[in-house]
């Protein structure tokens, strides 16, 4: 079992920066795959960055260029860095974190932080 708790969330004026932190708890947080997805009212979750075992990066188009996904395993923390947010970057942010093993795939889930962009 893997426990996440998000922080770091709140009000940024578009062109700021913001760091969002998710925390693990319960296990090796090495060994899984962390990503960032993020759920805005009236649409559906996306995922909007990825950091594999081996930090290998990926990101949504959306947010290429401008946020940066990293992990810190002895701190059992991943973090979302989000340079330059825009209005449509305001949503509720949940931490993921995903293992596969031989027989199932562990996947669990932060209880989410707000983000909201705004002038």
């Known amino acids: 079992q893997v426990q996440l708790v998000e922080s770091g969330g709140g009000l940024v004026q578009p062109g700021g920066s913001l760091r969002l932190s998710c925390a693990a708890s319960?296990?090796?947080?090495?060994?899984?795959?962390a990503r960032w997805y993020r759920q805005a009212p009236g649409k559906q979750r996306e995922l909007v960055a990825s950091?594999?075992?081996?930090?290998?990066?990926n990101y949504a188009d959306s947010v290429k260029g401008r946020f940066t996904i990293s992990r810190d395993n002895a701190l059992n923390t991943v973090y979302l860095e989000m340079n330059g947010p825009k209005l449509e970057d305001t949503a509720v942010y949940y931490c993921?974190?995903?293992?596969?093993?031989?027989?199932?795939?562990?996947?669990?889930w932060g209880q989410g932080t707000q983000v909201t962009v705004s002038s």
């Open positions: 950091i594999t075992t081996g930090d290998l990066t």
């Open positions: 993921n974190a995903l293992r596969p093993t031989f027989s199932t795939v562990e996947n669990y």
């Open positions: 319960g296990s090796i947080f090495a060994r899984y795959m």
